[in-house]
């Protein structure tokens, strides 16, 4: 009886052994696949995100994102210097948007972080610009109404279109849209009347008509875009849905 007690509480002991063994070996394995994820996590190459990310196109546009505190800061007064600063900041986003387009061109560097940034970074100031004029009184709210909500219409459609495979380039009266508006903006932005130094002579020019002006017309425009692509959208639609009833 005293050997099989004995037999007994050996094999229990063996037996509760074996459990804190068989415990320790999993929390070695588990320490280990740890270690193992933070050794390949360091060692991992950064993703193509962010290898597109540093590149000079790229370090332009995030700069005008980055600006606009600056150009909201010097507008926020209406002070007529800070006025003509907030333009001079407005024109030079306006000039690194066309060259980092350019430098992305011309370099190849045409990346999906900047066709996502490029777009974003220009809306973004436009409609800070816009807002500004509005909280200055420089133009009516119902103009800006207009141009964010044709913005909001137009992107929405490019989202869909792309959505189902269709390309739809921008008209003319886009780019025209375009050009007066980011004009009429700079002008507003200057908003006093300053002397302007031509090549007869000296005239005194009111920026704020002359911008109110350009941005009336750049709306006219913006809406005549949006029915354009809109009317394209729908052509290319049709199209598509007359070829594959042709095909079937």
């Known amino acids: ?30 320490l280990a696949r740890r270690e193992a994820k933070k050794i390949a996590r360091r060692n991992r190459p950064p993703s193509v995100i962010l290898q597109e990310f540093w590149n000079l196109p790229n370090m332009l546009t995030v700069g005008r994102i980055f600006i606009i505190p600056v150009f909201v800061w010097l507008l926020y007064d ?7 600063l907030a333009a001079s900041v407005f024109t030079l986003a306006a000039i690194t948007d ?10 190849n560097m045409i990346t999906v972080t900047g066709k996502l940034l490029d777009p974003l970074a220009d809306k973004l100031i436009v409609a800070a610009a816009l807002v500004m004029m509005v909280w200055l009184g420089r133009i009516p ?3 800006v109404i207009v141009l964010l909500s044709r913005e909001f219409i137009v992107t929405g459609l490019r989202q869909v279109a792309a959505s189902e495979g269709l390309v739809i380039a921008a008209g003319q009266e886009g780019k025209w849209k375009t050009a007066l508006q980011l004009t009429g903006i700079v002008a507003l932005c200057i908003h006093y009347t300053h002397p302007v130094f031509l090549l007869f002579g ?5 920026f704020n008509v002359i911008g109110q002006v350009l941005v009336y017309f750049s709306t006219a425009f913006s809406v005549w875009s949006a029915g354009v692509y809109f009317q ?17």
């Open 141 to 143: 709210a119902w103009i």
């Open 78 to 84: 209406g002070d007529p210097w800070f006025s003509v």
């Open 232 to 248: 394209a959208f729908l052509n290319r639609l049709g199209q598509r849905g007359a070829s594959e009833t042709k095909s079937a």
């Open 1 to 30: 009886m005293a050997t099989d007690r004995e037999t007994k509480r050996v094999l229990r002991q063996e037996t509760r052994q074996k459990k804190r063994d068989e415990k320790q070996r999993k929390k070695d394995e588990k």
């Open 98 to 107: 066309v060259v980092d387009g350019f430098l992305a061109r011309r370099w």
């Open 202 to 206: 000296t005239v005194r020019a009111n």
